[in-house]
């Protein structure tokens, strides 16, 4: 594929429409897929462009939406459309934001996802080589329901583009329904000559069935004032595809998944089962990862060469070091070493950093806490504000009790510690490097180096307890049956 057009002047990015379908209180671009919302992936496209100018057209829900729209882009220019509708009253207000261009103006959709860098850049290739004056990016559809229809003359030039409401309205009026019957369709993206666009739209009326400044207008005047109409047709129809309700959102968002994670198997991580991994878009996956059912990996997730993640396993904002293995694990903004082992069962909250070789097993729960190399945390245990030392082996039910009920405190554990299961540590509270504590142990004050901590309290025995208090009972029956044998 070509990539040597020259940047076009504009990017218009339309994103002013209510979105009323979508049936939601969070504005339709605002929705995401892929972990990117669907104008963050309108605007990725379109900076791929590296346009002089990037424009993004906004009214519904403004606030909102601008707000989002320059946390994604800091340097987009925001353009407000008035109350006259329809797109091309959309890319007037968007041109008028940035003063008079000459060169390529480039219109998209904000609610369109799947459009590539490679097929928008085709697109103004063509335009560009050509020398038109609007270059449309069109389709053939097996239903072009609800789509402006493209006119082509003989030669296969457009002569204009016909909305869906006015080709029905024609083919109600004429018995004709040549217009209806079209298949090729108006994506809505288009490359412009950016001189010959403001001044078309500058005659553009709004007498059409919708009472609307259609953009589709623009290309009738363009060809009557001589320039050069064309359509670049796509066989890619979800690339064009737009979101107008969820049942679309979730059919782009799949369709985004297929082709994230067949790119992720082509360049080398096996995906037992694609239909049930889902891997955002800006997730990092090396050579030789493996991942099982059910997973789910998103944010800025990375996971290395060698590291096993999955089945039923979610992880947000974490990396993964080499040759790990993550089962059934939840976890979030979390660092977890090169051949460490987490799982199966496990819940991993922000700040936990296991070290190169560490485990953290079944039933724990872990957050804020540093835990160092080849440190074990095998079962049933909660770890929090925290720091464990190499090699430090926590024994079963252990419990960092880090809140007071008021503020949280730190535990520091050393290298080398072993710790009975059931012990409590109470925090702040600090344990020496090869101590032990004894099952139970509940630790209040600091531990030194290689001491043994318990809680001196004897066992007690108090023989016929149960034959007493519980008489009658299975239990009593069972003991006095054993007592009777010996
Ligand atoms: C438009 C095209 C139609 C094409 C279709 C592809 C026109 C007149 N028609 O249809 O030929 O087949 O897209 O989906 O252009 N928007 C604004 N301001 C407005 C109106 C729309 O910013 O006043 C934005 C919307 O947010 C949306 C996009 O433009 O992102 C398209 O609007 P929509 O109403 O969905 O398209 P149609 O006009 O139905
Ligand atoms: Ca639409």
Request: proline letters at 3%; a negative charge; hydrophobic letters at 40%.
């Amino acid at each position: 594929m070509s990539l040597n057009s020259s940047s076009p002047a504009a990017v218009i990015v339309l994103a002013a429409g209510a979105g009323t379908r979508m049936k939601s209180s969070l504005p339709k671009v605002l929705h995401s897929i892929g972990g990117r919302s669907l104008v963050g992936h309108a605007l990725d496209a379109a900076v791929s462009l590296k346009p002089e100018h990037l424009v993004a057209v906004v009214r519904h829900e403004r606030e909102r939406v601008v707000e989002h729209l320059l946390a994604h882009n800091a340097d987009l220019v925001i353009a407000d459309q008035d109350e006259i509708p329809g797109t091309g009253r959309a890319v007037e207000q968007g041109l008028e934001a940035i003063g008079s261009v000459t060169g390529t103006v480039v219109v998209t959709y904000g609610d369109v996802p799947l459009l590539t860098p490679e097929t928008l850049n085709a697109l103004v290739t063509e335009h560009q080589n050509a020398g038109n004056a609007v270059t449309v990016l069109s389709a053939d559809v097996p239903d072009a329901t609800g789509y402006g229809r493209i006119v082509r003359d003989d030669s296969g030039l457009v002569t204009q583009i016909v909305e869906h409401k006015d080709a029905l309205k024609i083919a109600e009026e004429t018995g004709d329904s040549t217009l209806v019957d079209i298949t090729e369709i108006n994506s809505g993206i288009y490359a412009f000559d950016g001189k010959i666009l403001s001044q078309s739209l500058a005659q553009v009326t709004t007498e059409n069935v919708q009472g609307e400044k259609y953009l589709t207008d623009v290309l009738e005047l363009a060809r009557e004032a001589g320039g050069r109409v064309a359509a670049y047709v796509t066989d890619d129809l979800m690339e064009v595809e737009g979101v107008n309700d969820r049942v679309q959102l979730a059919t782009l968002g799949a369709e985004l998944n297929r082709r994230v994670t067949q790119r992720w198997m082509r360049s080398g991580v096996t995906i037992i089962d694609p239909s049930t991994t889902w891997i955002d878009v800006d997730v990092e996956l090396a050579q030789d990862v493996t991942i099982k059912p059910n997973t789910q990996l998103h944010g800025t997730t990375t996971i290395a060469t060698g590291a096993t993640i999955g089945p039923d396993t979610t992880l947000h904002d974490v990396q993964v070091g080499e040759n790990a293995t993550v089962r059934r694990t939840e976890a979030t903004q979390a660092k977890i070493g090169p051949n460490a082992n987490v799982g199966p069962f496990t819940y991993i909250r922000p700040g936990t950093v296991l070290g190169e070789h560490g485990k953290i097993g079944a039933f724990y729960e872990t957050k804020n806490v540093n835990i160092g190399r080849g440190a074990k945390l095998s079962h049933l245990g909660y770890a929090g504000d925290a720091d464990i030392g190499e090699n430090t082996n926590i024994g079963c039910g252990n419990i960092t009790a880090n809140y007071d009920g008021v503020n949280k405190h730190r535990t520091t554990i050393g290298a080398e510690v072993r710790t009975g299961s059931n012990t409590v540590f109470t925090a702040p509270v600090e344990i020496g490097d090869g101590a032990y504590t004894a099952a139970g142990a509940v630790v209040r004050k600091n531990v030194p180096p290689g001491a043994l901590t318990m809680n001196a309290v004897d066992q007690r025995i108090i023989e016929d307890w149960v034959l007493e208090r519980r008489a009658g009972s299975a239990a009593a029956e069972a003991a006095q049956k054993a007592r009777d044998k010996s």
